[in-house]
Nanobody
Framework: VQLQASGGGSVQAGGSLRLSCADS????????VGWFRQAPGKERELVAA????????YYADFVKGRFTISRGKGENTVYLQMNNLKPEDTAVYYC?????????????????WGRGTLVTVSS
């Protein structure tokens, strides 16, 4: 099952965007979910992750204090609120499902990669 990321766009530095990760088949209710990003010429990297209940989260150092990951209550959606965006945040953002209820920091432990959503931040 592929997850669907949406909400990307073009903003100026300092702006905000909220990304959404949806699973119409409700297959990640009991799984951790991670947000990743891939900039041109770079490897895909983990940005933030959340466990199945939303009680535990992880943030990469480069987004701490600026991004917030959350699970929608009663919704089969995971959000990534991105504030104070910087040009270096420009990338295609993807979401994926952890193979367990917890999250991990290894990309190989995630599945359900779908199309990403492009975020462009101009200076």
């Amino acid at each position: 099952v592929q997850l669907q990321a949406s909400g990307g766009g073009s903003v100026q530095a300092g702006g905000s965007l909220r990304l959404s990760c949806a699973d119409s088949r409700r297959t990640f209710t009991n799984n951790g979910v991670g947000w990743f990003r891939q900039a041109p010429g770079k490897e895909r990297e983990l940005v933030a992750a959340i466990n199945w209940s939303g009680s535990s989260t992880y943030y990469a150092d480069f987004v701490k204090g600026r991004f917030t990951i959350s699970r929608g209550k009663g919704e089969n959606t995971v959000y990534l609120q991105m504030n104070n965006l910087k040009p270096e945040d420009t990338a295609v953002y993807y979401c994926a499902k952890s193979r367990t209820a917890a999250y991990t920091i290894s990309r190989r432990d995630y599945t359900g990669w779908g199309r990403g959503t492009l975020v462009t931040v101009s200076s």
